[in-house]
């Protein structure tokens, strides 16, 4: 990896503590091959390291979480235009997106869905030092039925007799396919079991996959050590998800009582994308999403937002997930001051993007936080972010395994 192997002492005006959810101030933070090795008066007094990197008053925090992107996917290529896109052509767009997410202060990402193991070449370029980019966590392509949402191609009639790469009726066939996408480098498993807003011809409040197809896959998923996420919109597809055991819930619009009471026993995290529907709504017409798309919008966002807060009341456990590439790479952040609108702490709408997004992907102490022992992945900002999560949609710092990227 492209790991720093000297000492560097890294100085600052002020930190978040994203555990605490306090500011705290003059942190020191002393960098070895890597990895964080000591912090506070333990960094300070530790004699000559070979580089001092002090960011004046800057305010510093750990690199920041994104638990649902689509690098490979660009947010001026929609419906149609889709057809046209090679996946080798949408593997360099996931280069270019790469960087653009990375140097807007996004450390590690969990690419939950794209074909042809392009997340998988890109998290290894990204991972042998070859490009720069977040620590990618990857899926593969998304696991579902035939002609559902995310794992089917809906655009082509049937004379064109063509099949999306994850589809697998039944549940010896999703397990076969948890196998071939753990074969190919997968790190988790992305499930659809409701249709979604962006594809033809699916319903949001329609199941996908029956309670044995999905329990099948996260069994098979959790026999390997893999986590299993579902894209789920719709109330009953949410239960059963959540009654198959699922890891994370994507979207989560029309989640219910009986749901956030389910999410809340077994743990489940919540990854609810409030922001993309700004966009989808704004510009989306414009690049391409289909008109059924925008209608069904139209519906979704409104509930989610308004579900958000319930199930934040509720004390769901919440991580930051934010569809881009649904909409602009690089805009991630956009998402934090929406969650701070619609009833999170700005100190819980950190934790969604640090700490527990660790935890949810079973990083906790690796990343998204700035103890002892986690990776040197480290971003600032002008200002006490704590104000104002604006201030996080322009990083001026950014470091990951001890790596500087951008310093303004
Ligand atoms: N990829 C998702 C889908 O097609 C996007 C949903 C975005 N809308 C929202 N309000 N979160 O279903």
Known sequence: TAAN?????????????????ELVASPALLIEDGVIVATGAEAR???????EVDLGDATILPGLIDMHVHLTSRSDIHGYRQLAVSDVRATISGVAAAEKTLLAGFTTVRNVGASAYSDVALRDAIAEGEIPGPRMIVSGPPIGITGGHCSDDNLLPAQYDSTGEGVADGPWAARAMVRKNRKFGADLIKTCSTGGVLSKGT???APQYSLEELSALVEEAHSHGMKVASHAHGTEG???????????IEHASFIDDKGIALARRNGTYLSMDIYVTEFILGEGEAAGILPESLAKERTVGQTQ????????????????????????????????????????????????ATVNAAEALGMGGEVGTLRKGASADIIAVSGNPLEDLTLLEEVTFVMKEGVVYKQD
């Open 5 to 21: 192997a000297e000492v560097v002492r890294l100085t600052a005006a002020a930190m978040v503590d994203v555990e605490s959810g």
């Open 45 to 51: 007094d530790a004699e000559a390291p070979d580089r």
């Open 203 to 205: 319903k949001v409040g």
């Open 238 to 248: 949410i239960l059963n998800a959540l009654k198959a055991g699922v890891d994370t």
């Open 305 to 352: 937002r308004r579900n958000f807060e319930r199930a934040h009341d509720a004390g769901v456990k919440m991580v930051y997930g934010t569809d881009a590439g649904v909409y602009p790479h690089g805009q991630n952040a956009r998402q934090l001051s929406r969650m701070a609108r619609f009833g999170m702490t700005s100190a819980e709408a950190l934790q969604a």
